[in-house]
């Protein structure tokens, strides 16, 4: 039998890369990194590649073409499967809502639009990603698979100096507890991580020597959470990483019963979206039948 296969953006550092690394050597998948930086990610995948079980290919995830191309070329490097996809990359705040850093319109006096870059990175480029995994995982011989996001916990929390990259964090923790009682009808789980904070290259040089080092989160701690999906009934999990633990962390209580009514009326909402939702099993586009 071949082995399952995962793509995973921004998987040249980090994260990402360990991630690949965790999937390769304990549970015997053949993996594609996708990354921007085409220097660092070759060599990572040269270093992890034994028995033809990782490539990587230079992709900017946020260009749709790019993505969905490596999509393509990852099942067809699979043998025609694709059991997971891992969307990864992310960037911090590019631009500020406090300073008109980008300057003013020498006509009008009006500021510059705010560089959303980090929502691009972050959040637009990910929600495109699931899109093409849904797609390509209905096209497995046994359909279905496994989304795993990195949101953060700032996903959960928030930080005053990151609003632009906690927006896009909180968004896609909304995003994978919106999507996974629909994706369960399609045997395709989708669970977020939410790092606290671990030593990357995500971290600027200048700050790293400043931080409590007892704070920081290894990176085994996202090995134990990738291993704690693997279960094909773990899904819309958004689970905390926070030094050894991995905390699964629970939505907001509701404040009020007007709140829990409007989250519980599944049918209605269903019925006004319905050329939007899935039709039963073998009759949606995509699908081999
Ligand atoms: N390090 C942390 O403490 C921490 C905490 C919470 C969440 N996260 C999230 O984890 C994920 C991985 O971050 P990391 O800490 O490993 O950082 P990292 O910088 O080591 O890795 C991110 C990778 O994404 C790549 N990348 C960036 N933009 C890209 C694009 N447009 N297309 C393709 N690749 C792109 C980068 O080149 C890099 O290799 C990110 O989404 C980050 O927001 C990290």
């Known amino acids: 039998m071949s082995k399952p296969v995962a793509l995973i953006t921004g998987g040249g550092s980090g994260i990402g890369l360990a991630i690949a690394e965790h999937l390769i050597n304990i549970h015997g998948y053949r993996v594609v990194i996708l990354d921007v930086n085409k220097e660092r990610g070759a060599a990572e995948a040269k270093r992890l590649n034994n028995a033809d079980n990782c490539l990587f290919k230079e992709v900017d995830v946020t260009d749709f073409d790019q993505q969905a191309q490596a999509f393509q070329q990852t099942c067809e490097w699979g043998g025609g499967r694709l059991d997971m996809f891992v969307a990864n990359a992310g960037i911090g705040d590019g631009d500020s809502v406090y300073k008109d850093l ?55 929390y928030a930080n005053h100096s990151l609003p632009l990259y906690s ?97 519980e009326q599944h049918k209605l909402w269903e019925m006004a979206c319905e050329p939007l939702l899935p039709k039963p099993p073998g009759q949606n586009v995509g699908e081999l039948q």
């Open 102 to 156: 980008k300057g003013v319109d020498e006509k009008t006096g009006l500021p510059k639009p705010v560089d959303l870059r980090t929502l691009d990175v972050n959040l637009n480029a990910v929600i495109q990603g699931v899109h093409l995994a849904r797609h390509f995982f209905l096209k497995n011989a046994t359909p279905g698979g496994k989304i795993v996001i990195t949101s953060s916990c700032l996903g959960v």
């Open 167 to 263: 927006a896009s964090k909180h968004a896609l923790v909304g995003f994978v507890r919106s999507t996974a009682p629909v994706f369960t009808g399609m045997d395709i789980t989708i669970n977020a991580l939410l790092p606290v904070l671990i030593e990357t290259n995500l971290m600027p040089e200048a700050v790293r020597p400043l931080w409590d080092r007892a704070q920081l989160t290894p990176l085994s701690t996202v090995s134990k959470a990738i291993d704690s999906i693997m279960d094909a009934k773990v899904t819309g999990q958004t689970i905390e990483l926070s030094l050894d633990q991995t905390v699964f962390s629970k939505q907001q209580a509701f404040s009020t019963p007007n709140a829990k009514w409007m989250c």
